[in-house]
């Protein structure tokens, strides 16, 4: 009928299509998020069964992190690049030590940041320490009565007799194997063998040759030797050593000693008086 329209097959829109490269560079990020949340899950999980939760500021700057960098990501997936032009961050692999292309955008900036100094959230005190899992606090050991510790008491000797258990099997399968190889055909074991026994054979029997014993070097003889303390006080004052005495003389008298508690300008007049 001419008065009838024609119908128009309805098209539904085209989904965003997003690069495989991009897909593949959040992949990382990704799954560094979900270890995050993982992580934070399970801390609080454990605060329930420990009736100990992480402090208020680790929870805060955990779900700050965590909130800043879903956005990021949401923001990058919800906005596709322009047609016929390749996103910066196309081919890029996160690396500390590989930066980001110049015409990347601030944000991608700020989740490498992120991404790469995400630290772990602290463990609790019963998981920190490896095969604390199962263990008992001091305060709750007090409070239990003769039976409940008595149970706990077997459960741990049990628990030690399968470690003991795996740790022997352990030590037979090492020595088992170790038995399978021959150590003796070592490459250049044979060579090391025949020179100690050479040094062995120089050892019993002796050299010919004597061994000249070293002589002590004589010792240089000391300038300052008999120096007394004003002695060192003009040495440093003006830098002059004093100069050796000469023997002395038939009937000359002694020079003057200076005493313990003389003076700079004392112990310099008593040497000029000397000389």
Do not use: C
């Amino acid at each position: 009928m001419q008065g009838q329209q024609k119908l128009v097959p309805f098209v539904p829109p085209a989904p965003v299509g997003i690069p495989i490269a991009a897909v593949q560079s959040l992949v990382p990020q990704l799954a560094t998020t979900i270890n995050d949340i993982d992580t934070l899950k399970t801390q609080l999980s454990a605060g329930n069964v420990n009736a100990t939760f992480p402090s208020w500021d680790t929870l805060l700057q955990r779900y700050t992190l965590l909130l800043s960098r879903v956005q990021s990501l949401s923001k990058f997936i919800s906005t596709p690049p322009p047609k016929g032009t390749e996103p910066a961050l196309a081919h890029y692999l996160v690396h500390p030590l590989r930066p980001l292309a110049p015409d990347a955008d601030q944000l991608a900036q700020d989740v490498l940041f992120q991404a790469i100094n995400t630290q772990t959230l602290p463990m609790p005190e019963s998981e920190s320490v490896p095969g604390a899992r199962g263990m008992l606090g001091l305060d709750t050991l007090r409070g239990l009565d003769e039976g409940a510790l008595q149970r706990h008491t077997d459960r741990l000797k049990a628990r030690l007799g399968r470690e003991s258990q795996r740790a022997r099997g352990m030590m037979r399968e090492i020595e088992r194997r170790g038995e399978e190889y021959d150590w003796t055909y070592r490459p250049g074991e044979e060579e090391e063998e025949e020179k100690e026994e050479e040094e062995e054979e120089e050892d019993l029997f002796g050299d010919d040759e004597e061994e000249e014993e070293q002589k002590a070097e004589p010792l240089a003889p000391n300038p300052r030797e008999g120096w007394g303390v004003a002695d060192y006080l003009v040495f440093l004052e003006t830098g002059k050593a004093k100069a050796p005495e000469a023997a002395p003389a038939e009937g000359a008298s002694a020079a003057p000693v200076s005493a313990p508690g003389a003076t700079a300008a004392q112990a310099t007049a008593l040497a000029t008086a000397s000389a």
